[in-house]
């Protein structure tokens, strides 16, 4: 599936949200311009929900606009909190080619009448009334109050050639983004399948202070030139449930579990029972807290309401206590279990806020590895999960999408939400279990990748050494052609009927005819092309029997292959005439272990494949 094929499959997914009375989102798929006409729309609703967390089908519609008479103006969007006003034409393309070719035209932009919209009209200039949904808009910012300290922007959802872009800001004299079609993968496919819309950049959030007798406490750390300010407040839990149900995997950016992630795990039963089951506060007790990171922090008393203070974070993100918010988001969806059970329940926040001079975004993001690390010791999180935020997985995570339309599993069960709703299948997802072994396996230690468990993988010596942010497009692409053979080892094992016909490597030694196979991914002899990926393969392929049988024979290898006398028990038919045993010699040979052993590595390198060169099969 290539990231067109992707985007719509993820406007289908969309469209499936919008009740059964909107019709046009279900039109008859026999009928072409009308699945074209419903994904246009459903194009418009993946920008609203990426871009403004509109998560609901009907947050969305009302803002959408499209139709005759709609005076070029696709769709809004109000932000009442931030005071900024949003008018949004999109140009959905019905092909993958004009999808990424195809610009919008100095026609279709000169036809947004922004300014007539603005100022009340309710026709265009030649007297023609706007529709329903357009004057609903001019009503919309008629009862703004003090709009004049609102701003105005433009977003064009399409692709707009350069000439364009540079005389658009005098054409429409506001400030405008673009979301060609790069910018759409990126920041809207991507986010959406991860569950990460509304990206935590964009977050502020409010918490109320519910307790009369809540003490904060203020320390200051110093490290290094910089300042870090570490505040400590008791918060209503109901305030975390509220904020984790919403923001969800925004909030967990540094978290090495995502959402979902959290789920799966017995602590989750105890804290949702002192939660239910209990109406004093040993929430606050029995709970490690929480530990979230801000950009700015601010707190008052001065609320004007009795016993309560109000939190202002800035772009938070919670880096410990994801377990904690993701039961409380639990309870807080639950329509079974009445919000009453959150009362006078709190628990311990940790708020650390960066020094506002810390502009260096590797230190930063150095502080952060090290304080996620130490935060997370205490409970069970595994090391790939630990290292799931380092900037090579991250770098590598963006590349296979945007170079190849794959999703790179970093952290645990950050794709959940993607696969519940239908917007990506499970052959679209790349483990990281799989990744790992052959990072190994193509750095020739294919041994390594067959007999260690993930986490022994992550925390070797030459983990920073094989898999690091110096890697590059080069050696990014020779590990994402060799995850294709894995694939297609995978496929072959299942297809062939003798499993004997390539010996004993695709049961045990896949990783080693990967490493072989990657020795040969060079343009000599590969094209980039999966035709030519499986040609090479079926050719060492046809070679592994071969290769296996010399190797049986060597003597460095007799810990796995050698002649093993066994005795057999010879009894008379009646019991009672004795008999010799019978002694009989079998050939044991031990691929299992071959492919885990010390001999392996040095045998691939040693042993001579032959690829047809890429000039000889094209004569």
Do not use: C
Not at 63 to 90: M, R, V
Not at 186 to 192: A, D, G, T
Not at 387 to 403: A, G, P, W
Not at 514 to 526: A, H, M, P, R
């Amino acid at each position: 599936m290539n990231k067109y094929e992707l985007l719509i499959n993820t406007l289908n997914a969309l469209r499936k949200e919008a009740p059964k009375s909107y019709k046009s989102y279900y039109p008859d798929m026999n009928d072409i311009n009308k699945v074209n006409a419903a994904n246009s729309r459903a194009y418009i609703h993946l920008l609203l929900k990426a871009k403004f967390n509109l998560l609901t089908f009907e947050e969305r519609e009302k803002f959408i606009t499209d139709g005759p008479q709609d005076g070029g103006i696709d769709a809004y969007y109000i932000d009442y909190e931030k005071k900024e006003i949003y008018f949004i034409q999109s140009k959905f393309r019905t092909n993958d080619e004009n999808f990424k070719t195809k610009f919008i035209s100095l026609d279709e932009i000169n036809k947004m009448d922004i300014d007539r919209i603005s100022k009340g009209e309710k026709a265009d200039k030649n007297g023609k009334d706007y529709n329903g949904k357009i004057k609903g808009l001019i009503r919309e910012l008629s009862e703004i109050e003090q709009i004049s300290r609102y701003n105005f922007y433009v977003i064009i959802l399409a692709n707009v050639d350069k000439g364009l872009a540079a005389a658009m800001e005098k054409l429409l004299e506001l400030p405008f983004e673009i979301y060609n079609y790069e910018k759409a993968y990126k920041e809207l496919v991507f986010p959406i399948v991860r569950g990460t819309v509304h990206q935590a950049t964009d977050i502020s959030v409010n918490l109320n202070l519910g307790s009369k007798n809540n003490y904060t406490m203020d320390y200051l750390v110093k490290e290094g030139e910089f300042t870090t300010s570490v505040q400590l407040f008791f918060v209503p839990i109901a305030e975390i449930a509220k904020l984790m149900s919403n923001y969800k995997n925004s909030i967990l950016k540094y978290n090495p579990r995502s959402y979902l992630g959290a789920s799966n795990n017995e602590v989750n039963a105890s804290i949702k029972d002192s939660v239910i089951n209990r109406s004093d506060n040993v929430f606050a007790l029995f709970n490690n807290g929480l530990t979230i990171l801000s950009d700015k922090t601010s707190f008052t008393s001065r609320t004007g309401r009795d016993g309560m203070g109000e939190l202002g974070l800035l772009n938070p993100q919670i880096i410990n206590g994801g377990q904690t918010a993701y039961t409380l988001a639990t309870i807080f969806e639950d329509e079974n279990i009445d919000n009453s059970v959150f009362d006078n329940k709190e628990v311990l926040v940790k708020v650390i806020t960066f020094d506002e001079e810390m502009k260096e975004e590797e230190n930063k993001q150095k502080l952060i590895d090290d304080l996620s690390l130490t935060t997370n010791n205490q409970s069970k999180v595994t090391v790939a999960d630990r290292k799931s935020n380092t900037e090579v997985q991250i770098d590598f995570q963006n590349y296979l999408f945007s170079n190849y339309g794959y999703f790179y599993h970093r952290k645990t069960g950050e794709f959940s939400e993607g696969l519940e709703k239908g917007y990506i299948t499970k052959d679209q997802i790349i483990e990281r279990d799989t990744i790992i072994r052959i990072v190994y396996a193509i750095n020739g230690k294919p041994n390594v990748a067959r007999r260690s468990s993930e986490d022994t993988l992550y925390t070797m010596s030459d983990y920073d050494r094989f898999f690091n942010k110096n890697l590059g497009s080069e050696k990014y692409d020779r590990i994402y052609y060799s995850y294709l053979v894995y694939k297609y080892l995978g496929k072959r094992e299942k297809e062939i009927v003798d499993k004997t016909i390539y010996g004993e490597g695709l049961r045990y030694g896949k990783y080693a005819i990967i490493n072989v196979i990657s020795k040969f991914l060079t343009d000599e002899y590969f094209d980039r092309t999966e035709d030519s990926l499986k040609l090479i393969a079926d050719e060492i392929l046809d070679q592994w029997k071969e290769f296996e049988r010399m190797q049986s024979n060597k003597k460095s290898n007799s810990d796995y292959f050698y002649e093993k006398d066994e005795i057999l028990k010879q009894e008379s038919k009646n019991g009672k005439e004795k008999m010799e045993n019978q002694v009989i010699t079998r050939r044991v040979e031990d691929f299992d272990n071959y492919y885990k052993g010390s001999t392996i590595n040095n045998d691939l390198n040693d042993y001579e494949f032959k690829i047809t060169k890429i000039e000889e099969t094209q004569s």
